[in-house]
């Protein structure tokens, strides 16, 4: 964490550095563990000290390590330059083990992958692997989640045999992202203009809400109520990823600060939900690393509970909550409201 103006001048800056596990999987495998399941994280290490704390971590968490591969690239290391508001400057990133979770290595928990109730994949793997994925998905019916990462990740989607496409259910892209994995134009233009077609909906209200038939014009469902304006290319971004993902069910599509939208289709009907960002002192704020993950993985707890899409997005938001509070990418515990009171659902061992 730094304070102060940056100076390119090749002198020393006086900052807070901490080292904690992180990755997108890894957070929401976690997370998930956290929450009372038994994720299995499937990815490759290094022999090094990184990687020896990513097991020290799993061991303290009980976490299952079966899929853990120890490879002879160094661990993924991504080190964050974080303000003094605790929002991520710029990163670097150093993620050349990720090749090694290869097809082949896959071949080994095809068993895991038929048993699951969802599959949960991020952009950082190749895209050979991701194919790979997809493929089992789709042979055994399995349900399949894909975390963009970032906007050059999250294309590679499209990357993946159009016959395998089927087996996605859920996608929880940014603004960005979702752009660039429908292949539509991304200049800083465009954004602004959809960024301003989400301020309507965002001013609505908390859990604003709309509910109609998916075979209206998407322009009409998403004005329903003054929520959006008209706007052709918001209306194509949002019909566009649903049609080429044909077993597509839900488009969690996270706006930061703004909150996220779940956007749902179920057979011939099409709702969209707006939910407000956690409510969060500025003092409270200790990263926003991880919070994203944590929100997904609150959400998909909720889906593995067959909770309904309103409470889905609760747990999600207070996970997000508690690990904007938390110096680490997830925090020691989750608390979940129970009827109406707050349950400790993880004690760290």
């Known amino acids: 964490m730094f304070k102060g103006t940056c100076k390119s001048d090749g002198r020393t800056h006086r900052t807070k550095i901490r080292t904690v596990p992180g990755g997108v999987g890894r957070n929401m495998a976690e997370a998930l563990q956290k929450l009372g399941h038994s994720p299995l994280f499937i990815s490759a290490i290094g022999n090094d000290l990184f990687g020896r704390e990513i097991v020290r971590n799993f061991k303290e968490n009980q976490m299952d390590m079966a899929g853990i591969l120890t490879a002879k690239s160094p661990t993924a290391i991504y080190s964050a330059l974080l303000n003094h508001k605790g929002e991520c400057v710029f990163g670097l ?14 071949k080994g928990h095809i068993e895991d992958i038929r048993r699951a109730s969802i599959v949960l994949l991020d952009g950082n793997i190749p895209t050979e692997t991701m194919s790979t994925v997809f493929e089992i998905c789709f042979r055994y019916s399995v349900p399949l989640w894909f975390e963009p990462t970032e906007i050059r990740k999250a294309k590679k989607i499209l990357e993946v045999p159009r016959e395998y496409w089927s087996s996605l259910r859920y996608i929880s892209p940014n603004l960005r992202e979702l752009m660039s994995i429908t292949a539509l134009p991304s200049s800083q233009a465009e954004f602004a203009t959809l960024e301003k077609g989400f301020d309507n909906w965002d001013k609505a209200g908390d859990n604003s809400s709309i509910s109609m038939n998916i075979d209206m014009n998407i ?24 049609s080429i993902f044909t077993g597509l069910e839900i488009i969690l599509l996270t706006r930061g600060t703004q909150g996220f939208f779940v956007l749902e289709r179920d057979g011939n009907s099409f709702s969209a939900m707006h939910f407000p960002a956690p409510d969060i002192h500025p003092k409270d704020l200790k990263s926003v690393s991880g919070a994203g993950d944590c929100l997904n993985a609150g959400f998909i707890s909720g889906l593995l509970h067959q909770l309904p899409l309103e409470m ?14 938390s110096t680490s990418n997830v925090p020691p515990h989750f608390k979940l409201a129970n009827n109406g009171h707050e349950e ?3 004690v760290q061992y």
């Open 93 to 106: 990133g150093d993620m050349t083990v990720h090749c090694d979770i290869s097809s082949e290595m896959l």
């Open 219 to 242: 322009n009409e469902i998403l004005t329903a109520g003054n929520f959006l304006p008209t706007h052709p290319t918001l209306s194509h971004l949002i019909s566009h990823c649903f």
């Open 344 to 346: 400790d659902v993880f």
């Open 312 to 325: 889905c997005a609760g747990r999600g938001t207070h996970c997000a909550k508690k690990s904007l509070e």
